[in-house]
């Protein structure tokens, strides 16, 4: 369904974030026609530089950046026209006049944040003060949204000094992902599942996002954050929001986010011993995190694995296990509910453990698999075996050329007035209130990360965080 017009303006709009997944998602969703007609993007940065030049750096981000879209030329030929450039100076006065000269009346009025956070305070102050933005406009912010409590607060504060908290879209990718959706769709589409997602049925949860890329080229960010604050704060924790809150009364961006935000709350403080930091070491299938980060000295994790648990009726004494990592031997992001062993047996003879698991594979690969218990075929007797009844997504519904990737689908929300995808204020505040004191601790004890081999699974101590619960991690396959 097209949208509303609009006019989007993209601070930050010769940045890597805008060429590699802004602008080419935008094109996406103009080739598939649900940009309507007169919608505009505004580039706006600092460097000089007329429309003309933009459409082209544009063109050359689609060529690179771009799928099989890219391929259509006349396509590319008609989006690049709804495309204009101000030279801006958010910290001056520069550029300011011409952004409030190119506004239109009468359609929406979005401004994405595609820059570092120590400008955001200017850029809201300046967009009310040349009263380009009003009630009606939404602002889109990107991660990192703060590095810990405090600047996370006085982040919030800054943009509740212009913009209303219904106006303010802070992304977080994950959100914007078809599977990570799916995760909702499959506890409360179903009935099948709900009444045994506690306690009474439920041994433990997994949460894996394993990546195989390292950190080469964008080490100067990440060796400042590391693998708690890129990953957990934010994607992961959506994730376990997601798995463990209670059921939403109706499919609605605070309903939806007042049941997430019980659930960080919810969070116990994790002891010293219930987490494993990683640092990948040099390996034939990589070079070391320090080579990569390009510091030798660095102590940051590339990986961290975790044992919390949620201190409510539903999840008592359920223990969530969560770990990420960069350079692991597959990229995989998987969810397992690992359910209880049957409490009595009428097999006689079958001394196995069988176990029902309920594994969602958010990328690649995405599908469903629910492991289930059937006779082992044969003479032999009742003998056992453990069976996947495995669904993969693209078989059962046919793979969609059309369907948008994480930032697409999350802009056009932004367009659409939809925030039941983005974070509120609260939430991330309360993520970093969990996760505070647990890097506070490291930095008061000089943690030092476990190594792993470039390539692997992890520190051999994740493996251990789970074998002295009698558990184990489940194998990382691409
Ligand atoms: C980003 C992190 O938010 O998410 C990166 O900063 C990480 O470090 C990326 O690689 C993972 O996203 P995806 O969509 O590839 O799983």
Same mark, same amino acid.
């Given at each position: ?18 060429r590699r997944k802004i602008l080419p998602g935008l094109f996406r969703r103009f080739r598939s026609g649900q ?87 200017? #850029?809201?102050?300046?967009?009310h003060q040349h009263g380009i933005a009003d009630a009606s406009s939404r602002i889109v912010v990107e991660k ?14 800054? #943009? ?74 934010? !994607? ?107 409490? !009595? ?8 453990? !069988? ?95 476990? #190594? ?27």
């Amino acid at each position: 369904i097209p949208v509303d017009s609009f006019d989007l303006v993209i601070f930050g709009g010769t940045g890597d974030l805008a060429r590699r997944k802004i602008l080419p998602g935008l094109f996406r969703r103009f080739r598939s026609g649900q940009m309507p007609a007169e919608a505009r993007i505004i580039g706006a940065a600092r460097s000089e530089m007329d429309d003309a030049g933009y459409r082209q750096m544009i063109r050359e981000a689609i060529a690179e950046f771009g799928s099989e879209e890219k391929q259509d030329t006349a396509g590319i030929d008609a989006f690049v026209e709804r495309l204009h450039y101000v030279a801006i100076d958010a910290t001056g006065e520069g550029g300011w006049h011409q952004l409030r000269d190119l506004m239109r009346d009468g359609v929406i009025r979005a401004f994405y944040f595609s820059v570092a956070p120590s400008l955001f305070g200017a #850029l809201a102050e300046r967009l009310h003060q040349h009263g380009i933005a009003d009630a009606s406009s939404r602002i889109v912010v990107e991660k990192p949204f703060g590095r810990d409590l405090a600047s996370a607060k006085a982040l919030n504060a800054t #943009l509740a000094e212009h913009f209303d908290e219904s106006q303010i879209y802070r992304i977080d990718h994950y959100l914007g992902k078809e599977t990570v959706q799916n995760l909702m769709a499959v506890r409360f589409g179903n009935v099948l599942f709900e009444p045994l997602w506690n306690s009474h049925y439920i041994d433990h949860i997994q949460i894996t996002v394993a990546e195989t890329v390292g950190v080469t080229g964008r080490g100067s960010y990440y060796d400042k954050s590391g693998a708690m604050r890129d990953m957990v704060q934010n !994607h992961l924790m959506q994730l376990l929001c997601l798995i463990a809150m209670e059921p939403p009364s109706i499919y609605d961006a605070d309903t939806v986010r007042d049941e997430k935000l019980k659930v960080i709350r919810a969070l116990q403080p994790v002891e010293p011993h219930q987490i494993v930091r990683g640092q990948y070491e040099a390996s034939a299938e990589g070079p070391s995190y320090r080579e990569d980060a390009e510091n030798p000295r660095s102590f940051t994790e590339s990986f961290l694995a975790l044992k919390c648990h949620i201190a409510n009726w539903r999840w008592a004494k359920v223990p969530f296990y969560i770990r990420t990592g960069k350079r692991m031997k597959a990229r995989s992001s998987e969810i397992a509910v690992v359910f209880k062993d049957l409490g !009595h047996t009428i097999f006689e003879g079958d001394t196995a453990r !069988h176990r029902n698991i309920l594994s969602i594979r958010l990328q690649p690969n995405e599908g469903m698999d629910l492991q289930v218990t059937i006779k082992e075929p044969g003479p032999g007797g009742m003998r056992l075996v453990d069976v996947p009844l495995d669904m993969t997504f693209a078989d059962a519904l046919g793979p969609d050329q059309d369907a948008p990737d994480a930032y697409e689908r999350l802009i056009m929300d932004v367009i659409r007035g939809n925030q039941t995808l983005f974070m509120r204020g609260d939430e991330v505040e309360a993520a970093w209130a969990w996760t505070d004191p647990i890097i506070e601790g490291w930095e008061a004890r000089n943690d030092v990360p476990k #190594l792993y081999d470039a390539g692997s699974a992890g520190p051999e101590d994740a493996m251990m965080l789970m074998h002295r619960d009698g558990r184990r991690w489940r194998e990382i396959k691409g």
